[in-house]
């Protein structure tokens, strides 16, 4: 296609993926009728770059997996409009629990915590709504002033959500799986100090702003101050 370079799609007897990788230089929505759609391919750590100025769109029901080693890079934009009815899911390949079993490989790899290196957005932007993202590595990495605000559940991944000085990510109401939160507030995926999370799904009480640090702590008020309001930055 004039719009994805370094894509394949790949047809057997057991089934047909759309092979997502290489640079997208024209906008893509998903989902698509056929293919199921997989960022990476044969080649290690291979994955797909959003170019500047480029929209990758998930729609409800969308589900896109990453093969190993298969990162999704954001320079464009990518826009994510599910619903809570019928979310988008950016997952491993051997996730057999979203989509079916999409690499058929029957029972032979069980989805982990770190299967995929999950999406970074360097500069780019990211608007997401009831989106799932699981056994990443990381699932969301933003930096050089990317911006992100992202809804959605952040669940069995290695780690959840690091942002930086200058790209901070939005990420308040998400569900972490647990009315806990994210780590090191709660048991959740775990944010760094550039993350906004409160109030999250479930969430009882506000809870102090983590600070960061390799001590970890807490700045502002107490655990259990619901008239604290979080510090952004």
């Known amino acids: 296609h004039a719009s994805r370079v370094g894509n394949s799609g790949t047809a057997t007897a057991k089934g047909a993926i759309l092979e997502l990788s290489g640079r997208l230089v024209g906008d893509l929505v998903l989902p698509t009728s056929g293919l199921s759609p997989a960022i990476g391919g044969s080649r290690p750590y291979s994955g797909l770059t959003v170019a500047s100025g480029v929209t990758l769109s998930l729609h409800p029901g969308a589900i896109l997996k990453s093969n190993r080693g298969g990162f999704l890079q954001i320079l464009g934009r990518m826009n994510v409009d599910g619903t809570p009815a019928s979310p988008a899911v950016i997952t491993s390949i051997i996730d057999d629990a979203i989509g ?8 032979i790899t069980t989805r982990g915590y770190c299967d995929w290196p999950g999406i970074s957005v360097a500069g780019g932007i990211v608007r997401a709504a009831n989106l799932t993202i699981r056994s990443a590595c990381t699932a969301i990495s933003a930096y050089s ?11 069995g991944n290695y780690n959840g959500l690091v942002g930086s000085p200058d790209s901070i990510i939005d990420a308040r109401g998400v569900d972490w799986g647990t009315p806990t939160g994210p780590y090191p507030y709660g048991y959740g995926d775990s944010v760094n100090e550039y993350v906004r999370v409160e109030p999250w799904q479930g969430e009882a009480a506000f809870r102090a702003k983590y600070s960061g640090g390799s001590s970890g702590g807490f700045a502002g008020r107490s655990y259990g101050s619901k008239h604290y309001e979080p510090r952004t930055g």
């Open 100 to 107: 079916g079993d999409t690499n058929y490989d029957g029972t």
């Open 145 to 155: 002033s990317a911006s992100v605000r992202i809804g959605g559940k952040i669940i």
